[in-house]
């Protein structure tokens, strides 16, 4: 359905994309996770043909976007960062001639009324976009990204400027679209794209350092490293020696009057910190709070994004 090969984005001498490759099909959502300024928009820009990249291709239901731009983007919905709104037209008219835009012809008007309905836009489709709320801008630019029932459907951040209501409807729309299409969205919400996406793919600096699915990164980082958020109340004396010398590394320390709190890593198994524990106790710490970090994603994206500086 989809096939990204080695795109090259140069601004002046700057890689926004350096050889950025990866593949999708059919009932897939891909998540894009990242720094500001990793390339994620670039590389969502290109794909939609609005962006011309410095090398490589991208081939779309067999088209390349480059080269058969008119038959790659038929089936293809973008929601841009900043959605293109008309800020003259109705939501109603600014629907319509999306729809226009796209070529639909027959049913035009069941198609808006449709589309009004699926993004809850009723209230406002009499409004000029140009005085929509944030959250509604944002449906409105959903709207128009779906109008055509598109195959292929680039959400850049459709989270932003949603408040958590609106979020949730958001993700079960984007849950209720994969069926027959391919979703690509980027988000900084790390927890949601774990949780919404088969596939997650982390950039940084225009590179690609990790793709997999959810459970690959859960497997992949439990075999490797485990991090905890330990608190201890604190009588005066340091236990870091302890710490360090049971194999714990102390990611960070912050001491308070009457607290200290550490985030640890470790390898190997998770025994390892019942036994550190035993010993803190054995020598006289108290133990206040427990915390596993279970939100692996948040890990690698951490650990990634450090490494490459
Ligand atoms: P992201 O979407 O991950 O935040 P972007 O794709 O917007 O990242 O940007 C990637 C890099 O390309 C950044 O360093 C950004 O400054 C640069 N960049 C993006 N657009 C332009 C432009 N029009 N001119 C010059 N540099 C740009």
Redesign the pocket.
Known sequence: MLTVSNLV?L??N?K??DNLSFTGKSGEIIG?I????????????IITGYLAPTSGEVEINGFNIQTNPIEARKSTGFLP?TPPLYTKMTVYEYLNFAAELKGIKKDRNKCVKSVIERLSLEEVQNKLTGTLSKGYRQRTGMAQAIINNPRLLIL?EPASGLDPRQITEMNSLILSLKSDSLIIL?SHQLKEVYNLCDKILL?N??KLLFSGTSSEISAGLKNKETAMELVLSYNGVSADSVILENGFAITSKTEKTDRVKYLLTWTGKSEKKDLLISKLLEKGFSLVSLKLRDNNLEELYLKLTEEKK
């Open positions: 984005k601004y002046g700057e926004a994309l894009l990242g720094p500001n300024g990793a390339g994620k928009s670039t590389a969502m820009n960062e850049d980027s950039i600096k225009g």
